[in-house]
């Protein structure tokens, strides 16, 4: 009987904590959304976070770009082999990048590389008492923090992700012919004849929502940090994680969504 | 806000700085390795760690793992439904390529931000705290203490927690085709196309990636210094090198089989 009530209280916690941190992040959104009606945006701050955010990633996102096109290749590569087809390999890598492995991968990594940097570096300041100094001389710290982060991670998402996709289907192309012996115009003639631009279009909408989504999360979690250099290193974990879980679950809806 | 282009000077800098950093990481490796061949290590720390990375990512990795499974599906019936609509083949391709690449990759990729972060966050901050500096005084290597069950414990899990993955992925996916595609249960999990050379790819990337995460958080852990926002540095360089090392070694393992084990199809 006791050991049942304490499983219902641990569990009641655990669901309580969960619509703490997810009503949290809805109320940021909120703020943020208010302070852009009201065209209240710090530009400076804007220019600074996107070449923070967007010009330092280009090295990691090129990289995983590339790797991602060359494992594509290699995975259509074992049916192209059973079925003899060849000519199938540019549309099969080029779809499953555009549309699902290149969002997902390049939104992992950016959400690492980005995303965390931007927790720790919000909890930091929250630690520092930054935030408070802030709001003692009366600037709110949204408009000035935060909404440019925002904007700063839908946008550079939206960059990295058409570099990503070329670099990807770059990669792609040599690592075909190097491990496949598929020369380069017949991949590209697959690939061109086949992908859509709409192809493109619902990678890039996802990639737009997956920052937006990587932006509100490491906020939150930046913003909430208690405890020193344990709380900002934990903030940084959880915000991670529910970058993670943020991208897989709307990486679902919109792919129901946009057909 | 504009960086100095790089001088000669600072190339050399550079490159001294990533000789010094992988002597170091080898290093590192080295120890762990030594250190979980030797059976003296704290009680129960063991266990402590198998439950943190075990049972504390599962619902993590299956409910992620289980979201993936249903996407891969909907979008594969879709364009098969556009050129041939001959849907029955769907549920053993999609279990092999599951068991040989998703599967592992994206547990691995999911483990790099849960586990990786932690291991980073938790041993940089002992670190700034100076705990690791009074292991060291008691004469106890910190590496030894700390690492190696987090080290043992990951590469167990890794294995553990992808076998739990896959089965959420496919039971969704099997959903998924079944509700929008009307794909029978017993037509989609059709397990007869899975070979051997797809269980040793899996099992392959399962320890490599269980060894990679900890070791190379770790270091990024160990390297730690200054205060909240070293913890911070130290976190985010963690997932970013162990997400990143996930996909080289995803990319060397399929290529390596690709040409040999799995040459066959």
């Known amino acids: 009987m006791k050991r049942g009530l304490r499983l219902l209280a641990a569990l009641g916690g655990w669901v309580l904590d969960r619509c703490h941190e997810v009503g949290g992040m809805t109320l940021l959104c909120a703020y943020v959304g208010w302070s852009l009606l009201r065209g209240r945006l710090d530009g400076r701050e804007l220019v600074r976070n ?15 770009a590339l790797f991602t096109g060359g494992i594509m290749v290699i995975q259509s590569g074992i049916f192209v082999r059973r079925f003899q087809a060849y000519g199938l390999l540019g549309w099969g890598s080029g779809f499953a990048v555009f549309r699902e492995v290149g969002p997902i991968l390049i939104g992992l990594m950016f959400s690492g590389r980005v995303g965390a940097n931007n927790a720790a570096e919000l909890g930091t300041m929250v630690v520092t008492e930054q935030v408070d100094g802030l709001r003692a001389l009366a600037i709110d710290p949204i408009p000035f923090l935060i909404v440019p982060r925002v904007l700063a991670m839908m946008l550079a998402m939206f960059c990295l992700l058409v570099l990503g996709d070329v670099i990807a289907i770059g990669g792609g ?16 003639a697959s690939f061109a004849d086949n992908v859509k631009l709409w192809d493109l279009m619902v990678g890039l909408i996802k990639g737009v929502f997956f920052g937006f989504a990587i932006a509100v999360t490491s906020c939150h979690f930046g913003l909430s940090v208690r405890g020193g250099a344990v709380g900002v290193g934990r903030a940084v974990n959880d915000a991670v994680v529910a970058a993670a879980l943020t991208i897989m679950i709307s990486d679902d809806i919109l792919t129901l969504v946009l057909r | 806000m504009t960086e100095p282009a790089p001088t000669p000077s600072a190339l050399a800098a550079a490159l001294r700085l990533g000789r010094q950093g992988a002597a170091q990481l080898l290093n590192l490796g080295l120890l762990t390795a030594r250190g979980a061949l030797r059976t003296r290590r704290p009680p129960g720390e063991l266990w402590r760690q198998l439950f943190e990375v075990g049972n504390r990512s599962l619902l993590f990795v299956m409910v992620t793992l289980g979201f993936i499974g249903m996407v891969l599906v909907f979008q594969t019936c ?3 439904n556009r050129v041939t609509g001959d849907l029955s083949q769907v549920g053993a391709e999609f279990v092999k390529i599951l068991v040989h690449e998703f599967g592992p990759t994206l547990t691995a990729l999911m483990l790099a931000t849960r586990v990786g972060a932690g291991i980073a966050a938790e041993v940089g901050s002992m670190v700034v705290t100076e705990q690791v500096d009074a292991l060291r005084m008691c004469g106890v290597e910190p590496v030894e203490y700390l690492l190696v069950p987090r080290f043992l414990a990951t590469l167990l899990m890794t294995t553990v927690l992808s076998i739990f993955g896959i089965t959420a992925a496919l039971l969704l996916g099997a959903l998924t085709a079944y509700q929008t595609f009307h794909v029978s249960f017993g037509v989609f999990l059709d397990f007869s ?12 990337k399962c320890l490599a990636y269980g060894a990679a995460t900890p070791i190379v958080s770790g270091f990024c852990g ?3 210094h200054g205060g909240s926002e070293g913890v911070g540095w130290a976190t985010t360089s963690a997932v970013v090198s162990s997400s990143f090392v996930v996909i080289v070694l995803d990319f060397l393992i399929s290529a390596l089989a690709l040409l040999t084990w799995q040459a066959g199809g």
């Open chain 2, 78 to 80: 879709l364009q098969i």
């Open chain 2, 222 to 224: 160990f390297r730690t």
């Open chain 2, 193 to 204: 196309k899975l070979h051997a050379g797809d269980i040793l790819t899996f099992a392959v």
């Open chain 1, 50 to 64: 996107l070449y923070k955010m967007g010009v330092v990633s280009v090295p990691i996102v090129a990289l995983t």
């Open chain 1, 173 to 188: 192309m040599v690592f075909g012919r190097a491990l496949l012996g598929v020369e380069f115009a017949s991949f590209f």
